[in-house]
């Protein structure tokens, strides 16, 4: 989910934004670093280019390395930290932050609107396999930030649906590699506000399954799209939702074993760090955002 306010986040005095990557064993490299501008959420395309967004715009950064460039959005609104990219890289799919979310070309162009005028806030999270559906969580304007649930929208916005309508709040909805299941976290497993684990649903909304089982707060799990492995930011015990600016940690996993990480990468970040997927397209790599500060 992206920010309560409709403006882009800035860094601190003393703060910088670092772009890395990691491999299974959480070895990393550095790919970018500026204490100027704060980029957040990368997508890793087929094209080798991660997708970002920094100051309401879309930016392409060489996953190499390199520098960032804007990637031309016509008719877009300032954008949050919640996209993806259709699985043939070619469009990205973008939460702005009239809270609707936009469909642009991906070598840039004319951005349309793709969810309904339903009087819903709109946070996009995942992509079924097939390209044809977009994960999200909804939440109802001056409702607060704690009732977020999942709903399924169609990608030509033929429909809308309800996933799930747990009292608690739900977020980060990503589908599996076979679209039968959506993974997420939510807090229905506890009654301490903001204290979220990582789960799964059937596309149908049956058969709910808790996979993390630990006194952290776990958000945000994306599985490699070779079905291997997943990684998850788990924020400290006592956590309220997934501010920005703490002592965080990912987790790699070897699926099944969701308790079991086998790498671990300590950082300050948070908010922006990877709210979305950044796998590689052979899912050995992933991206994340870092905000150390002096």
Same mark, same amino acid.
């Given at each position: 989910?992206?920010?309560?306010?409709?403006?882009?986040?800035?860094?601190?005095? @003393?703060?910088?934004?670092?772009?890395?990557?990691?491999?299974?064993? %959480?070895?990393?490299?550095?790919?970018?670093?500026?204490?100027?501008?704060?980029?957040?959420?990368? =997508?890793?395309?087929?094209?080798?280019?991660?997708?970002? =967004?920094?100051?309401?715009?879309?930016?392409?950064?060489?996953?190499? @390395?390199?520098?960032?460039?804007?990637?031309?959005? /016509?008719?877009?609104?300032?954008? =949050?930290?919640?996209?993806?990219? &259709?699985?043939?890289?070619?469009?990205?799919?973008?939460?702005? #932050?009239?809270?609707?979310?936009? +469909?642009?070309?991906?070598?840039?162009?004319?951005?349309?609107?793709?969810?309904?005028?339903?009087?819903?806030?709109?946070?996009?999270?995942?992509?079924?396999?097939? %390209?044809?559906?977009?994960?999200?969580?909804?939440?109802?304007?001056?409702?607060?930030?704690?009732?977020?649930?999942?709903?399924?929208?169609?990608?030509?916005? &033929?429909?809308?649906?309800?996933?799930?309508?747990?009292?608690?709040?739900? /977020?980060?909805?990503?589908?599996?590699?076979?679209?039968?299941?959506?993974?997420?976290?939510?807090?229905? *497993?506890?009654?301490? /506000?903001?204290?979220?684990?990582?789960?799964?649903?059937?596309?149908?909304?049956?058969?709910?399954?808790?996979?993390?089982?630990?006194?952290?707060?776990?958000?945000?799990?994306?599985?490699?799209? #070779? @079905?291997?492995?997943?990684?998850?930011?788990? *924020?400290?015990? %006592?956590?309220?939702?997934?501010?920005?600016?703490?002592?965080?940690?990912?987790?790699?996993?070897?699926?099944?074993?969701? /308790?079991?990480?086998?790498?671990?990468?300590?950082?300050?970040?948070?908010?922006? +760090?990877?709210?979305?997927?950044?796998?590689?397209?052979?899912?050995?790599? *992933?991206?994340?955002?870092?905000?150390?500060?002096?």
């Amino acid at each position: 989910m992206a920010d309560s306010q409709p403006s882009y986040r800035t860094l601190a005095p @003393g703060q910088r934004c670092q772009v890395w990557v990691s491999d299974l064993t %959480g070895t990393t490299r550095l790919v970018y670093e500026t204490g100027e501008v704060l980029f957040e959420a990368p =997508n890793w395309g087929p094209d080798g280019q991660l997708v970002l =967004n920094a100051e309401g715009l879309l930016w392409d950064l060489p996953a190499a @390395g390199g520098v960032p460039t804007q990637i031309s959005a /016509d008719k877009l609104p300032p954008v =949050n930290n919640d996209h993806v990219l &259709s699985p043939d890289g070619k469009t990205i799919y973008a939460s702005a #932050n009239d809270w609707q979310i936009y +469909t642009v070309p991906r070598t840039g162009g004319t951005a349309a609107q793709v969810s309904l005028d339903d009087g819903r806030m709109h946070f996009l999270h995942g992509i079924s396999p097939d %390209g044809t559906v977009l994960s999200y969580v909804a939440l109802q304007p001056g409702g607060g930030w704690g009732n977020g649930n999942v709903r399924l929208l169609a990608t030509d916005s &033929s429909w809308d649906i309800p996933l799930t309508d747990s009292p608690r709040h739900d /977020d980060g909805p990503e589908f599996s590699l076979d679209g039968e299941w959506v993974y997420f976290n939510t807090e229905l *497993f506890t009654t301490a /506000d903001g204290h979220a684990q990582i789960a799964r649903v059937t596309i149908d909304g049956s058969d709910l399954r808790r996979l993390t089982h630990d006194d952290q707060v776990d958000w945000f799990p994306h599985i490699s799209p #070779n @079905g291997t492995h997943a990684v998850y930011i788990s *924020f400290p015990a %006592g956590t309220t939702g997934h501010p920005a600016d703490k002592p965080v940690e990912l987790r790699i996993v070897e699926l099944p074993e969701w /308790d079991a990480p086998v790498a671990t990468i300590q950082l300050f970040g948070g908010q922006g +760090t990877i709210n979305v997927t950044s796998w590689s397209p052979d899912g050995t790599e *992933f991206a994340y955002v870092a905000y150390p500060t002096d």
